[in-house]
């Protein structure tokens, strides 16, 4: 009986011993961050001053996995605002719940509290990243997401000897949600920033700069990748490197062909990565960014520089400026946009939605409404398709979910109710703009065509869109009025960009699309932040399918409540 016994006991022990061993490699599979947002005495140009950072960093860590993880987030909220933080570019497939934007698909993180952002990143690698996505915070709560490929798979472009993170934001000297509340009493935008920031430095062009300067050492002959992210609130920028062509290589965690340009254009809420060669004759070079924009209104139009410094060379030679754009070179952003195309290989296909079954037409509007308790009587609007989104006080996805009635109405227009001549004569009247919390249903993988149309109400402008829960071709991109009849001939249909973030030019229109197949409720919004809080953004409430692995899955039981 003793033999029957021990051979039990050897199976039992390999049994333990590969259970462990499973539980070893499934465990290595799961990245886990904790994150406490907290108030944190920052200093930059001449001033100190507290700001809310995560983890006392700014900008905020950075998150490493590989395509295939799980990423669990502990977020404990210590500061004295509600907090909400987006995975900007992360498809959340059928798990909304981890997607973020405060009362969208959640409620906000109460002080005192903690949430757990639980996800898969599947399908994806690149650059993309993480911001609060409530009133004006991701000014300071912000930081990159580093998706590299599984192991042993290169990258479609020539290996870099190094990466380095380059992320773009915003500084103002006061507080910022204190800036905002004196525009919105005067019914007027906000004071406009005090400087561009590059990892969070002003760079030597600003005063007190001494231990404000990003700098970035290289060695001559190396190949360095630079992830560049554009967390700015309000400004798409400019990027150039004195000295130094940059390769795109990829966009918003896409790869595309490569090309070689001295400069670049990156709108808020995109990233964009580059190969830089040391290939010059040692120094230093100013790295430099500056803000794109071709109508006359008031920005921060100061430029944040950082060094690239070569190995060896002493920090007294002055660095050279590169040669950016000018402000306002409307032909190099479009011709810009026009040079990107996915890579569309065998193994990275651009899958683009050949047959059409939804079209839609949005038009993009500014607009002054009356504000009795505002100093001016007024206070600025903004809308789709003449509408102004109405933010409710409980979660879309949750009322999607529990079928609550009321919280919002099914019945976003296609089109918008009155054709004009959208880019024409300014056009100062609202056009009877309406406020409402109105989303647009969606049945499950529907291919959906979403052209967004500026318009000459107050002023063209050129606005970013963002779409939460998906990656879109772009189709085309003109100025002018869209014409239905005659510009989808203009079409990419063979290797369009793939973005998640796309910028609608001054005075014209973008076509995009993609395939609904990833049910929730997902948010469309215009990543300037001014614009967003303006009511520039809507949701689609895309349907579950009919398969049980094509529905939302349910609410984690830690859920913020309202």
């Known amino acids: 009986m003793a033999r029957p016994f021990s051979l039990r006991m050897l199976g039992f022990c390999i049994g333990y011993y590969v259970l462990l061993c499973v539980a070893s490699w499934v465990e290595a599979d799961v990245k886990r961050y904790q994150f406490n947002v907290q108030v944190t005495n920052v200093s930059r140009l001449c001033h100190a001053k507290p700001i809310v950072t995560v983890n006392g960093m700014y900008p905020g860590p950075t998150i490493r996995a590989r395509e295939g993880d799980r990423v669990v987030i502990n977020v404990t909220n210590n500061a004295q605002y509600n907090m909400s933080i987006h995975w900007h570019g992360l498809k959340q497939y059928r798990n909304g719940w981890a997607d973020g934007p405060a009362y969208i698909t959640q409620c906000p993180i109460k002080t005192g509290s903690s949430y757990v952002y639980d996800f898969n990143v599947t399908g994806q690698r690149g650059t993309l990243w993480w911001h609060a996505h409530i009133l004006w915070l991701r000014a300071t709560v912000y930081g990159a997401i580093v998706i590299l490929p599984p192991k042993g798979t290169p990258f479609p472009f020539p290996q870099p000897d190094r990466e380095e993170l380059v992320v773009f934001g915003e500084w103002w000297n006061e507080d910022v949600e204190e800036v905002v509340k004196q525009g919105n009493d005067l019914g007027l935008p906000p004071n406009m920033s005090d400087a561009h920031t590059i990892n969070g430095k002003p760079g030597p062009l600003f005063p007190c700069y001494e231990k404000h300067t990003f700098a970035m050492e290289v060695e001559q002959g190396k190949t360095y990748l630079l992830r560049l992210i554009n967390a700015a609130l309000n400004d798409e920028l400019f990027f150039a490197i004195a000295g130094h062509n940059m390769t795109v290589v990829e966009i918003d965690a896409v790869y595309t062909k490569p090309f070689s340009t001295h400069a670049l254009l990156i709108a808020p809420g995109q990233t964009t990565n580059v190969l830089v060669r040391a290939n010059q004759i040692p120094g230093r070079y100013f790295m430099a960014a500056r803000p794109f924009v071709d109508v006359p209104i008031p920005i921060d139009n100061k430029t944040a520089t950082a060094i690239l410094q070569y190995k060896g060379v002493p920090d007294a030679i002055v660095p050279t400026l590169p040669s950016l754009p000018s402000p306002n070179d409307s032909a190099f952003a479009l011709d810009y946009a026009h040079r990107l195309r996915s890579l569309n290989s065998g193994k990275y296909p651009a899958t683009v939605p050949l047959k059409v079954d939804r079209k839609l037409f949005y038009t993009i509007g500014l607009g002054r409404n009356a504000c009795p308790t505002c100093v001016n009587g007024t206070r600025l609007t903004a ?80 606005h970013p869109f963002h779409l939460h829960g998906y990656n879109f071709f772009v189709m085309a991109t003109g100025i002018g009025n869209f014409d239905p009849a005659k510009d989808p001939a203009k079409y990419n249909l063979v290797d369009p960009p793939e973005r998640n973030t796309v910028g609608v030019p001054t005075g014209g229109w973008t076509a995009i699309r993609f395939r609904a197949d990833n049910p929730g409720v997902w948010f469309l919004h215009c990543h300037l932040e001014l614009h967003t809080g303006w009511g520039l953004k809507t949701a689609f409430v895309v349907e579950d399918g009919a398969k049980p692995d094509q529905k939302v899955i349910p609410p984690p039981k830690d859920l913020p409540p309202c």
Not at 427 to 448: H, K, M
């Open 383 to 462: 809308s789709l398709n003449n509408i102004s989104f109405v933010m409710p006080e409980v979660g879309l996805l949750q009322a999607h979910y529990f079928n609550r009635k009321g919280v919002y109405a099914a019945d976003f227009p296609d089109k918008p109710p009155t054709a004009f001549n959208y880019t024409g004569a300014p056009v100062t009247a609202n056009l009877r703009t309406a406020r409402g919390t109105r989303l647009s249903r969606i049945p499950y993988n529907t291919t959906v065509e979403l052209v967004l149309q500026d318009t000459n109400l107050l002023t063209v402008e050129s």
